[in-house]
């Protein structure tokens, strides 16, 4: 399975720390007009901006994971439940976040659970959203259709040094940068 096909977004957006920070203050107020009693945060990448908003709003976090990649490659055509939602969330308002909704895919399976497991509300939140992210995020900080380059993705530990990741540098080159 190859990566994430980069070629046909438009131009690159690299996100700084302080970004991220206003980014996860900006979706904290908008999940904050739904009041959630619980936030359930998608690992990997998701499990920032989730943590982020858990403790603006003053609420309990509960991570799952569910994914495509094995060892932060891409394996699977779909995601994979590799840690359930846990059952706390049943009875509660849950705002499922993730840093980025692509295809919109792994929120709505999310999602999907955690109603399943008796969540009374889920609304689905991403730091960062695509425009043919299907279905659409309920809350987002930021709509593009540039390749996103996240703070903590800019470099990997490999070898014993620290190198540029290998498919961010796949992603610029797709966008010829």
């Not at 993730?98 to 919109?104: L, R, Y």
């Amino acid at each position: 399975m190859k990566p994430y096909d980069y070629a046909h977004r438009k131009g690159v957006h690299s996100l700084t720390w302080e970004d991220f920070a206003a980014l996860s203050a900006a979706l904290a107020e908008k999940l904050s007009v739904f009041n959630p009693e619980a936030v359930v945060g998608i690992a990997r990448a998701g499990l920032f901006p989730a943590t982020a908003v858990a403790c603006f709003l003053r609420r309990e976090l509960y991570p799952t994971r569910i994914t495509r990649r094995v060892n932060d490659i891409v394996i699977y055509q779909s995601p994979m439940w590799k840690v359930p939602v846990s059952p706390e969330v049943q009875g509660k308002v849950v705002a499922v976040v993730d840093e980025m909704a692509d295809t919109g895919q792994t929120l709505a399976l999310v999602a999907d659970e955690a109603r399943r497991l008796g969540a009374v509300e889920v609304i689905t939140a991403s730091l960062v959203s695509h425009t043919w992210a299907s279905p659409v995020p309920q809350a987002c900080a930021l709509v593009t259709d540039a390749f996103v380059i996240f703070p903590w993705d800019r470099q990997v530990y490999q070898d014993g040094q620290w190198q540029p990741h290998p498919e961010i540098e796949a992603g610029l080159r797709a966008q010829g940068v």
